[in-house]
Nanobody, 122 residues
Framework: QGQLVESGGGLVQAGGSLRLSCAAS????????MAWFRQAPGKEREFVAA????????HYADSVKGRLTIFRDNVKNTVFLEMHNVKLEDTAVYYC???????????????WGQGTQVTVSS
């Protein structure tokens, strides 16, 4: 399936914006559904957003609807998570994941990146 590498995390003030990227190696990226999950300290990994292979189907967690946007560039083998109006509760390590069909359950994915830390300050 190839390797996934996230980037773009960092420290951002509440109400600010951030763009995360997940670059995938391998020539089959365009046929995989991609998803973003996050895990805050002491909490389980939770679903954030997912996008189908063509970008035609997108699903968001209720907690991020209207603030986070997932999109992909199959030419660049990259999936993005655009974050706007971030909140303190968005602080977490963000992971991208890939599988052949879209799913919101983290245990359905077996191809993960190493994660990128997002910290929101007040």
């Amino acid at each position: 399936q190839g390797q996934l590498v996230e980037s773009g995390g960092g420290l951002v003030q509440a109400g600010g914006s951030l763009r995360l990227s997940c670059a995938a190696s391998g020539r089959t990226f365009s046929i995989y559904a991609m998803a973003w999950f996050r895990q805050a300290p002491g909490k389980e990994r939770e679903f954030v957003a997912a996008i189908g292979w063509s970008g035609g189907y997108i699903h968001y967690a209720d907690s991020v609807k209207g603030r986070l946007t997932i999109f992909r560039d199959n030419v660049k083998n990259t999936v993005f998570l655009e974050m706007h109006n971030v909140k303190l509760e968005d602080t977490a390590v963000y992971y991208c994941a890939a599988r052949r069909t879209l799913d919101i359950a983290y245990d359905k994915y077996n191809n993960w990146g190493q994660g990128t830390q997002v910290t929101v300050s007040s």
